[in-house]
């Protein structure tokens, strides 16, 4: 089939023979009320077989978008891609086609991990018909490949291998991905195919590229976590389709990437019972309200400048807590190192986590634990204050399903020095 004449974005003609307004230098273009638009139909997603994937994307892939995915080196983008595919291959009719446009990897690098991954599964040829790959980083012989077999699905990874000959640039230069990503998108847009692109990231951790690069696609996703841990989350940075507030939890495992349908009892330890420096902290994470576990731990400095150390807390936040609790709550902090943790490698950003972080440091100090059914969640300000946070009802009720009978906010106390000074009383 052949590809379509370049046109602009109302649909006229850019060639040079259009004719020229008499204030511009553009082509004439239609005038659209807003009374004679067609309003379209509810849009047919496509699940993508994985529940907190389909959460993430706005309940599942739209025809014709175009999603953007960055993460580390290593971290699980190609697992989850080919993850989609086998669910693809397998729930769908064997009507649905898939093409993977593989620029860094060999097909038999790719079988190999569908293999690994199906396991049995992979002696079933029902649908090794339906799944093709396409070795080549040439975007202009892709599109003329997609044009003619109109598949269902395309991955392409990744888009830094990609490049057109119409352009002198290396690939992943700025102007290679800026074109190759906007000859796809609209390659998509005409005909109605959603398409995976695998993002490189810079050493700052935003997706390789200009940030055009962002705006040009539909979705924008990240997948974060420790590549030496066992967890990732998949978060939305832009969607067009769909919330930006949503987190898809998975766990790696030797067959993949699995779901986690329970996502706190990745966070929380139960084995530990009435440990000093211990506090449990229910967070939001989109519209889901996720269980963490936060551990402190306060000892003596033999530095002349005591120490703050957080890991998946930020460092202003550390030093910030420390100083209320010294200033308003009496605890002798100047002299003692600190260390925060998060426990199973989860980052904790909103600031409904400084009543726990305080209280396990408080924990800590004093040496006295905390009660084992109750869970904290406040934000604390600087005259020593819990103030309120969002959703709390939401929390309560995710924290009273796990067994945290209590959770401590706002409405229970006003003032940090309240629940610290019982701590006190307990070791006195």
């Known amino acids: 089939m052949a590809r379509p004449s370049q046109r602009s974005a109302s649909g006229v003609r850019t060639d040079s023979s259009s004719n020229r307004s008499m204030g511009g230098g553009g082509g004439f273009v239609t005038v659209v009320p807003y009374a004679s638009v067609r309003q379209t139909e509810k849009v047919t997603r496509v699940s993508t077989g994985m529940n907190e994937c389909d959460r ?38 064997n009507s649905y086609r898939i093409y993977y446009i593989c620029g860094e990897e060999s097909p038999e690098q790719i079988s190999l991990r569908i ?36 598949p269902n699905l395309v991955i392409i990874d990744s888009m ?14 700025v102007g290679q991905l800026k074109e190759t990503t906007q000859r796809l998108t609209n390659t998509a847009k005409a005909l109605h195919i959603p398409m995976f692109l695998v993002g490189h990231v810079t050493k700052e951790g935003t997706i390789a590229g200009p940030k055009v690069l962002e705006h040009i696609v539909d979705t924008v996703l990240e997948l974060s976590g420790e590549r030496t841990g066992f967890f990732r989350l998949l978060r939305t940075v832009k969607n067009r389709f769909g919330p930006t507030d949503e987190v898809g939890v998975f766990q790696v495992v030797e067959q993949g990437m699995q779901e986690v349908e329970n996502p706190s009892a ?17 967070v939001m994470e989109g519209t889901r309200a996720i269980l963490v576990e936060i551990q402190a731990l306060v000892v003596e400095s033999q530095l002349a400048m005591p120490r703050r150390v957080g890991r998946g807390i930020s460092l202003p936040r550390i030093q910030l807590l420390c100083a209320v609790l010294q200033k308003h709550c009496g605890l002798p902090l100047g002299n003692m190192d600190v260390f925060i943790n998060v426990a199973g490698g989860f980052v904790v950003q909103e600031p409904a986590a400084d ?25 604390i300000g600087l005259l020593g204050e819990v103030r309120s946070v969002g959703l709390i009802d939401k929390r309560i009720k ?21 629940l610290v000074l019982g701590l006190r009383k307990k070791t006195a």
């Open 56 to 93: 993430v994307l706005g309940g599942g892939i739209v025809p014709g978008a175009v999603m953007l995915i960055g993460g580390e080196p290593g971290i699980g983008k190609s697992t989850l891609l080919t993850q989609i595919v086998i669910n693809e291959m397998l729930n769908q009719p």
């Open 115 to 150: 293999e690994r991954m199906m396991g049995k599964a992979t002696k079933s040829k029902e649908w090794k018909d339906r799944l093709s790959f396409l070795p080549s980083t040439d975007v202009d012989a892709c599109i003329d490949q997609i044009y003619h077999e109109k």
């Open 160 to 173: 830094q291998s990609m490049q057109t000959s119409d352009l002198t640039g290396t690939a992943g230069s």
């Open 266 to 282: 990745l966070f929380l330890d139960q084995g530990l019972k009435a440990t000093p420096g211990s506090a449990v902290v229910p």
């Open 355 to 379: 009543l726990a972080i305080a209280m396990a440091i408080a924990s800590s100090c004093t040496n006295a634990p905390l009660p084992t059914d109750t869970a904290y969640a406040g934000e």
């Open 398 to 418: 995710e924290s009273k399903r796990l067994g945290y009978t209590h959770v401590i906010s706002s409405k229970d106390t006003k003032f940090l020095s309240q």
